[in-house]
């Protein structure tokens, strides 16, 4: 490349040398002819010049027909298939740069061989002393972390959360948790979810058999106690009766359960779409007693739970209840990374800080990180090594270079060498003819 300061002719000679070369020994072999011919040029030296001409002249056409058909067709019958050798090539090329890169120059062997000089784990903490790159590394961090709150609330963590919280509470003393959680749902977004678990459970008794059979005795009981032999009491309760179909007075009492049950199944209803109604509120009060009974360790109920806490857990739907908390913990710590100065990011920051302390500290741990670092490295080459010859190939395609661009590179990069090759073969063509000529003249 010529210099800024380099005249136009300077410049336009450094990019077309061959040419230049081949021009001047055509322009002298045809002018040193001319003279001959008219008898202007008699001297033997003469004779050596118009020689070493010629050979300029056929070494320079020789080269020039050599570099163009590299990479360019030349319509000469029967020569012009052996042109533009690169393109009509380019798959044999391909495939030897391939297997080039991909068996020697980045071989597995030598990758690793030129891992094993560098110290991965003192590049690594060079690089992360340096504030721009330890903002930056803080920045991966707690992105990767927020990434990964995201999935706290997803239904297969809830779904595995309780599953493993039925097999290690079945046989616990989890009164005092029950009422911490219990109390924690009820005090912050859990209460939703609570109140649609307890529905879920008093619909689900609704519809027991055991059920049914414990109101219509509850009834029948309550009916006997009502008449207490009052005459008066027994003469209302026989009309009531006679206001029930069935032909006897099991079939009443059936009629009359189904009854009863199914006003508290429509009481129920109202409930869950009601939050304001007496018996809701009522009922969440209740709720909050029991959480602070079970928080205190109450006796009565701990031993109740560990009376029936299997059968519970296995009808107990908690998964709701999980994923609720789960979410309103996932809010909280998103909303603790998002905060820049947050108490989650400064922990954070501190703990990047101290580890980059103890791993400038301890070379054992250098040593250590280097060598898992360069293990990954390894392993990862060996399973993906073929990726190498893949993306060579890729970049080699006619789809990712076309022909006129692979041409085009090529000769951009190795263009002044093909300049003097053609330059090199007018010089050493006329130096060979003259030299022949000049043995000639001397033995004859």
């Given at each position: 490349?010529?210099?800024p300061?380099?005249?136009?002719?300077a410049?336009?000679?450094?990019?077309?040398?061959?040419g230049?070369?081949?021009?001047?020994?055509?322009?002298s072999?045809?002018?040193?002819?001319?003279?001959h011919?008219?008898g202007?040029?008699t001297h033997?030296?003469w004779?050596i010049?118009?020689?070493a001409a010629?050979?300029a002249?056929v070494?320079g056409?020789?080269?020039?027909f050599?570099?163009?058909?590299?990479?360019?067709r030349?319509?000469?019958?029967w020569?012009?298939?052996?042109?533009?050798?690169?393109?009509?090539s380019?798959?044999?090329?391909?495939?030897g740069?391939v297997?080039?890169?991909q068996?020697q120059?980045l071989?597995p062997a030598a990758?690793?061989e030129r891992?094993a000089?560098?110290?991965?784990?003192?590049a690594?903490?060079?690089?992360l002393?340096?504030?721009?790159?330890?903002?930056?590394?803080?920045r991966?961090?707690?992105?990767?972390?927020?990434?990964?709150t995201e999935?706290l609330d997803?239904?297969a963590?809830?779904?595995?959360i309780?599953?493993?919280?039925?097999?290690?509470l079945a046989?616990?003393?989890w009164?005092?948790?029950?009422?911490r959680l219990?109390a924690h749902?009820?005090?912050?977004d859990g209460?939703a979810?609570?109140?649609?678990?307890l529905?879920?459970?008093?619909?689900?008794a609704l519809?027991?058999?055991?059920?049914?059979?414990?109101?219509?005795?509850?009834?029948l009981?309550a009916?006997r106690d009502?008449?207490?032999d009052?005459?008066?009491?027994?003469a209302k309760?026989?009309?009531g009766?006679?206001?029930?179909q069935g032909d006897?007075?099991e079939?009443k009492?059936?009629l009359?359960?189904?009854?009863?049950?199914g006003?508290?199944?429509?009481?129920?209803?109202?409930?869950r779409?009601?939050p304001?109604?007496?018996?809701?509120?009522r009922l969440?009060?209740?709720?909050?007693?029991?959480?602070?009974?079970?928080?205190?360790?109450d006796?009565?109920?701990?031993?109740?739970l560990?009376?029936?806490?299997?059968?519970?857990?296995?009808s107990?739907d908690?998964?709701?209840l999980?994923?609720?908390?789960?979410?309103?913990?996932?809010s909280g710590?998103q909303?603790?990374?998002r905060?820049?100065?947050?108490?989650?990011?400064?922990?954070?920051a501190?703990?990047?800080?101290d580890?980059l302390?103890?791993?400038a500290?301890?070379?054992a741990?250098?040593?250590?990180l280097?060598?898992w670092?360069?293990q990954?490295i390894?392993?990862f080459v060996?399973?993906?090594?073929a990726?190498?010859g893949?993306?060579?190939?890729?970049?080699?395609?006619?789809?990712?270079?076309p022909d006129?661009?692979?041409v085009a590179?090529?000769?951009?990069?190795?263009?002044?060498?093909?300049?003097w090759i053609?330059?090199?073969?007018?010089l050493v063509g006329?130096?060979?003819a003259g030299?022949?000529?000049?043995?000639?003249l001397?033995?004859?």
């Amino acid at each position: 490349m010529s210099s800024p300061s380099a005249s136009p002719l300077a410049d336009w000679l450094a990019r077309h040398r061959g040419g230049a070369a081949l021009s001047l020994a055509a322009g002298s072999l045809l002018a040193l002819e001319t003279l001959h011919a008219a008898g202007w040029l008699t001297h033997p030296a003469w004779q050596i010049a118009r020689h070493a001409a010629e050979g300029a002249t056929v070494g320079g056409l020789a080269d020039w027909f050599a570099v163009s058909a590299l990479f360019h067709r030349i319509p000469i019958p029967w020569l012009s298939r052996h042109t533009n050798i690169v393109v009509n090539s380019r798959a044999r090329i391909t495939a030897g740069i391939v297997e080039m890169v991909q068996t020697q120059w980045l071989s597995p062997a030598a990758i690793r061989e030129r891992l094993a000089s560098v110290q991965l784990a003192d590049a690594l903490l060079a690089l992360l002393n340096q504030p721009r790159h330890r903002q930056r590394a803080l920045r991966i961090a707690r992105r990767l972390a927020l990434r990964l709150t995201e999935q706290l609330d997803s239904p297969a963590l809830a779904g595995f959360i309780d599953a493993q919280l039925r097999a290690r509470l079945a046989d616990a003393d989890w009164a005092q948790p029950l009422g911490r959680l219990l109390a924690h749902a009820l005090e912050h977004d859990g209460r939703a979810a609570v109140w649609e678990t307890l529905v879920r459970l008093l619909d689900q008794a609704l519809a027991s058999q055991s059920f049914r059979e414990s109101t219509a005795r509850l009834a029948l009981e309550a009916l006997r106690d009502y008449e207490e032999d009052n005459w008066w009491r027994k003469a209302k309760t026989w009309l009531g009766k006679t206001q029930l179909q069935g032909d006897n007075d099991e079939e009443k009492l059936d009629l009359l359960t189904a009854r009863i049950v199914g006003w508290l199944r429509e009481e129920l209803t109202r409930l869950r779409a009601e939050p304001e109604h007496p018996l809701r509120q009522r009922l969440e009060q209740l709720l909050t007693r029991l959480a602070e009974r079970l928080r205190a360790g109450d006796p009565a109920l701990t031993a109740a739970l560990a009376a029936n806490q299997r059968q519970w857990l296995h009808s107990l739907d908690t998964t709701p209840l999980v994923a609720s908390l789960l979410f309103s913990v996932r809010s909280g710590v998103q909303r603790q990374w998002r905060a820049r100065h947050s108490e989650l990011n400064t922990l954070l920051a501190n703990l990047i800080d101290d580890a980059l302390a103890s791993l400038a500290a301890d070379a054992a741990l250098r040593d250590k990180l280097d060598g898992w670092c360069k293990q990954v490295i390894h392993h990862f080459v060996e399973q993906n090594h073929a990726l190498i010859g893949d993306t060579v190939r890729l970049s080699l395609s006619p789809e990712r270079l076309p022909d006129a661009q692979l041409v085009a590179q090529i000769e951009s990069r190795v263009g002044e060498e093909l300049q003097w090759i053609r330059v090199n073969g007018a010089l050493v063509g006329g130096a060979a003819a003259g030299l022949i000529a000049a043995l000639r003249l001397l033995l004859s």
